[in-house]
């Protein structure tokens, strides 16, 4: 498991703003964040990209959302 604080999390980051979405945000709202990607490499010719849905609270993991967020 990271030792990553919310001030050094990449995705807390983005959240804040201070990581652009060039692909976008669909939907956020206080719970959750939902963001497309498009990988590149390999991948391109196969997808299109893939949505990320991610908590807006900083967990460790999964185990740690709430059933709200969950």
Do not use: W
């Amino acid at each position: 498991m990271s030792n990553n604080t919310s001030a050094e999390c990449v995705v807390c980051r983005k959240h804040r703003g201070e990581i652009a979405v060039p692909e976008g945000v669909f939907f956020e709202n206080a719970l959750i964040y939902i963001s497309h990607t498009q990988f590149f490499g390999e991948e391109k010719d196969k997808y299109l990209g893939h949505i990320i849905v991610e908590s807006k609270r900083h967990v460790a993991e999964l185990a740690d959302l709430t059933d709200m967020e969950a």
